[in-house]
């Protein structure tokens, strides 16, 4: 066949028509391998089933679509299976293609040496010096800086591993077709790359066989460090170092270095989220902690053999600074076994002598954790390993001062440079592990720790003031008694796990723990009362240098209540002399978690969005009343129903003064794959998160520009409004939950083999409290409702205006000048776009209650349609994402292909229910099912 891609007139930048024959070109060698490996007929079904919803989409026509409706019900089960794996495949490549295509034009931008897309380095650094921020003042910013993206195993992500694998081979082939002129030879080779790709795609079944363990998930979060982030944290240290050379040249000299602190670092959920997840247990959180630290070890010794490779200079060709030559020295006197078959190896060469004893001490590290993963392999460890992050560092320090000292900064700045900026972001740790557990949990094991050690027999009976003068007072004391007998189960446990987190301390990392997370704060006691176990467990105690605190603790809180009585929860914990000197103790810095999705399933988008903005702004009050640091940890998911959206944006629609230069928030579900799949995205993520990070931190250099309290007036009454009409339709609307659990496939979704944790807080309660978040927004995405990402809002800004009628000047002025309210309606209108209520009304004939079915359909959908026209006439746009046109393109080119996989998945619903009804075998439909669940996910992007 011939290509789409000879003769291209070189362009300044790609547009949508180089995007679009990407595309094509992808499409048709998809056509070629199903047709060569699946047949002719299942090639001609996803053909006539694709070209037949793209004309539907084009010009409804009730007759070709009866066709269509009546061509798939009469497909087989296998054939259905094929079909479905084809279009998801198709989402694959177009996910990829379209990765690839902003890749290169930011690459283009860049070479052409001009102004740089919004959010980049230069683009905002430019912006921070026409504000007249100095370098001395942005140095001080940056000094403050923590960016901490943090990896959680929840159940969105559909991709299996070794599919991603493929899908970064596909990107590099796919990239290098934009490398303008190719030649023949060229092009032909890359098609058969890509074809072989392909072929190996659609040979890989894309649906797990098993449901994975949480040492599978464990694997899954580090497999993107390996493929990319090793590669692109460095590299996106380097891009601020040159934007800040750019814009800042005239107060740079030429012997000045550009230097700045190190401000990535990365946390992790997985292995540590035992919340609801009765897999998580100690064992499996040692075991999370030291895949960790062998990931990361095997890199710096792969990192250290390569630069032996690159430092060959030799003396007396080159020299070294005194500090390097005495640390020879010393170095060679305490590892001389290193040197022991062959004493001159490299003895005219000193940075490969260094580098060798430092590959060899490494090698005793991997040694060490061998006898942790294999411990009935006798491991003989040489006593070389470094005790830390910290002596490494220390030689990389010494390797790059000496040749800066004689010469080669150059040298110096690059690979050794990287090293030293990977092992400042991972240690011997790789990620900060956080730990969480529900509240409830916590009180059960005080109430029987004390009743066990004779401390306090009723424990469970006091009142809160109560509780927390007995366990303030428990925390003053110099000593507790030793816990002797054996303990409830749960109890065990909890301690076991602190136990083990102050044993890695040591034996791993300081830092190899981040926080402890409390899910369910309600009240201060719940944050007392993990201190207070602490202290059973050695991480809280006495030494001969005073108090000591090893742990970190962060309270979520999750429901609009919780949201809500933030303020007296926290004030009473800061009121605490007790907590406040341990804390003082740990660094005198508390997090606080934000749950965005138990917030937005509980009183909608709005009271949830409103919510945790006032909460953030009472916290930092509170925080900075006291003395005390504060950091937000912000439990955002995929989906904008979960606090999702663009990251840029997210933080720069956080409240004037809170972010004072730290974030942490979570990274969950399909966001890692969209996000971290590939170096070269992995780079621009962090960049635009960096960027707006120093944005909003520049209440630390200059005035924070607050909004008018006039707005702050009219978002309350929006989210009450919004508020109200949610619980309308969730909690007082007859049938609903009916109308939930049987035209959205959430029952379903728990089949998938995506994640370990179960689907339900408690099995078989069919409440709105007991499904997750998660798969509350999964379900009705797949159904294509979006609800829980925009009800409520068309009615909050209806009712405002018929109440203040000449107030929509105000609404858009607000638009305008507050960046929350503007990425509240961009998100808004990005999930009123990928809603269909044609194919949800389909879904709805799911229900065994047609009529009833049908009102709840009604009720939402004029929802649907009244968010739509006032979201438009507030941001004054005739059409949705008119500010988006990249992402209004995107759903367009998708939709089609959507509309196919909706109506399948639909009649498979229908065939799986009632054969599992009647007591009949349904593998032959949960099969294509399941496919059609994971393909919907891969055309919708961000389903939860």
Not at 221 to 250: C, H, K, Q, T
Not at 260 to 274: A, E, K, T
Not at 829 to 855: N, R
Not at 893 to 913: G, V
Request: with cysteine.
């Amino acid at each position: 066949m011939e290509t789409q891609f000879s003769q291209l007139e070189a362009l300044p930048l790609l547009d949508d028509k180089d995007l679009r024959r990407h595309v094509r070109f992808l499409v048709d060698l998809l056509g070629e391998v199903i047709a060569e490996r699946s047949g002719d007929t299942v090639y001609q079904a996803v053909e006539q089933l694709r070209k037949g919803f793209i004309r539907l989409r084009k010009n409804d026509d009730p007759l070709l679509r009866n066709q269509l409706m009546a061509q798939i019900g009469d497909l087989d089960a296998h054939t259905l299976g094929e079909v479905v794996r084809a279009f998801n495949l198709y989402f694959s490549l177009v996910n990829t293609a379209e990765e690839a295509y902003h890749y290169h034009n930011r690459q283009l931008q860049l070479r052409n040496g001009g102004n740089l897309w919004h959010g980049s380095y230069l683009d905002t650094l430019t912006q921070l010096k026409q504000e007249g921020v100095t370098l001395a003042q942005l140095k001080g910013l940056l000094g403050k800086l923590v960016y901490m993206p943090v990896f959680t195993a929840h159940p969105t992500e559909s991709k299996r591993r070794t599919v991603m694998e493929v899908l970064r081979r596909v990107f590099l082939f796919d990239e290098q077709l934009n490398h303008k002129p190719l030649t023949g030879f060229d092009e032909q080779r890359i098609r058969r790359e890509l074809k072989q790709q392909i072929q190996l795609l659609w040979a890989t079944d894309e649906v797990r066989a098993v449901k994975p363990t949480v040492r599978d998930e464990v694997k899954n979060g580090l497999y993107y460090f390996n493929v990319s982030l090793f590669n692109a944290v460095p590299r996106s240290y380097r891009n601020l170092e040159n934007a800040i050379r750019r814009v800042y040249a005239d107060e740079l000299t030429d012997s000045e270095p550009v230097r700045i602190p190190h401000y990535l670092q990365f946390g992790s959920w997985i292995g540590g989220d035992r919340d609801g997840n009765p897999y998580v247990t100690a064992q499996t959180t040692e075991m999370a902690v030291m895949l960790q630290k062998r990931v990361v070890i095997r890199r710096y010794h792969q990192d250290v053999t390569d630069l032996m490779f690159t430092l060959t200079q030799s003396q007396p060709l080159c020299q070294v600074n005194t500090a390097l030559a005495e640390d020879l020295a010393e170095t060679e006197a305490r590892f001389s076994k290193a040197f022991a078959t062959n004493p001159s190896r490299f003895i005219n060469e000193p940075y490969r002598r260094k580098l060798y004893m430092m590959r060899y001490r490494l090698e005793d590290n991997l040694r060490l954790l061998q006898q942790y993963f294999h411990p009935e392999q006798r491991v003989d460890a040489l006593g070389a390993a470094y005790a830390d992050e910290r002596e490494l560092l220390a030689d990389l320090y010494c390797i790059q001062k000496s040749l800066i000292d004689n010469g080669d900064k150059a040298v110096a700045n690059a690979q050794v440079s990287d090293l030293i900026r990977l092992v400042e972001t991972f240690g011997f740790y790789l990620l900060h592990l956080d730990v969480r557990q529900e509240s409830s949990r916590h009180t059960d094991a005080v109430a029987e720790v004390l009743a066990q050690t004779g401390l306090n027999r009723d424990y469970a009976d006091k009142t809160e003031t109560e509780r927390q003068q007995i366990i303030s007072e428990l925390l003053r004391r110099p000593h507790l008694p030793d816990i002797y007998g054996d303990l409830q189960p749960q109890t065990e446990e909890v301690l076991d796990l602190m136990r083990l987190m102050a044993r890695l301390r040591t034996e791993v990392s300081e830092q190899a723990f981040g926080h402890y997370v409390i899910s369910m704060t309600h009240e201060a006691s719940h944050i007392l009362e993990v201190m207070l176990l602490a202290r059973f467990a050695g991480l809280v105690g006495q030494d001969e240098e005073g108090w000591f605190c090893h742990i970190h603790i962060a309270p979520l809180f999750e429901t609009i209540e919780d949201l809500a009585h933030i303020e007296p929860v926290m004030s009473a914990l800061f009121d605490n002399p007790a907590y406040r000197s341990l804390l003082k103790a740990s660094g005198n810095r508390q997090e606080v978690m934000l749950g965005y999705s138990d917030s937005c399933k509980d009183g909608g988008i709005l009271a949830s969005a409103w919510h945790l903005y006032q909460a953030q702004q009472k916290v930092s009050e509170l925080s900075e009343r006291f003395g005390i640091a504060c950091r937000m940890f912000h439990g955002r998911g995929g989906t904008v129903g979960r606090g999702g959206g663009p990251t840029h944006d997210a933080i720069l629609a956080q409240p004037p003064g809170t972010v004072q230069g730290q974030i942490k928030f979570t990274e969950q579900g399909e966001v890692l794959s969209f996000k971290y799949g590939n170096t070269e995205t992995a780079a621009y993520e962090l960049g635009m998160g960096v960027s707006a990070l120093i944005k909003a931190s520049r209440s630390l250099v200059t005035d924070a520009r607050r909004e008018p309290a006039e707005y702050h007036q009219i978002m309350s009454q929006l989210a009450a409004y919004g508020e109200q009409h949610y619980r309308r339709l969730t909690e007082q609307t007859p049938y609903f939950l009916d109308y939930f659990y049987e035209a959205c496939p959430i029952t379903e979704i728990g089949l998938m083999n995506i994640g370990s944790r179960p689907s339900h807080r408690k099995a078989g309660d069919r409440s709105k409290s007991s499904v997750r978040a998660i798969g509350w927004v999964f379900a009705w995405a797949q159904s294509r409702h979006t609800l829980p990402g925009w009800y409520g809002i068309g009615y909050a800004l209806n009712t405002w205006l018929a109440q203040n009628p000449e107030g929509l000047p105000l609404l858009k002025q607000m638009v305008q000048d507050w960046p929350f309210f503007r990425a509240l309606l961009s998100n808004t209108q990005m999930s009123v776009a990928k809603a269909d209520m044609d194919i949800a009304k389909q879904y709805a004939t799911l229900c065994g209650d047609t009529e009833k079915s049908l009102g709840v359909l009604s009720i939402i959908r004029e929802e649907h349609q009244q968010t739509t026209d006032e979201v438009l006439m507030v941001v004054d746009a005739e059409k949705l994402l008119s500010e988006n046109p990249a992402l209004a393109l995107s759903l367009r080119r998708r939709n089609p292909y959507l509309d196919p996989l909706n109506h399948i998945q639909i009649m498979l619903l229908r065939r799986y229910r009632q054969a599992e009804a009647d007591g009949e075998d349904t593998q032959q439909w949960r099969d294509p099912l399941l496919r059609t669940i994971s393909a919907i996910s891969q055309g919708m992007r961000n389903t939860g």
